[in-house]
C-alpha cells in the first residue's frame, strides 16, 4: 500500500462536500471554505499520526 494512501483517502472523504456544494452548478466562497478546510485537517492530522510499526519476533 502506498505510503501517502491513508492521507489521499482522508482528504477525499473529507472533501467530498464538495460534491455536494457543486449539486446546484455554483460553489460559493463559503461552500469552498466547507470543503477545503476539512480536507486539509484530515490531511494535517493523519500526516501527523505515525504508521503502525511491525512487531519484532521476540526468539
Excluded at 22 to 45: K, N, R, S
Amino acid at each position: 500500500m502506498s505510503r501517502y494512501a491513508k492521507a489521499v483517502v482522508a482528504a477525499v472523504v473529507a472533501g467530498a462536500s464538495l460534491g455536494t456544494a457543486m449539486q446546484d452548478g455554483v460553489v460559493t466562497q463559503g461552500e469552498g471554505i466547507t470543503a477545503v478546510l476539512p480536507a486539509l485537517g484530515a490531511l494535517g492530522a493523519v500526516w501527523k499520526v505515525p504508521h503502525r510499526q511491525e512487531p519484532k519476533d521476540s526468539v
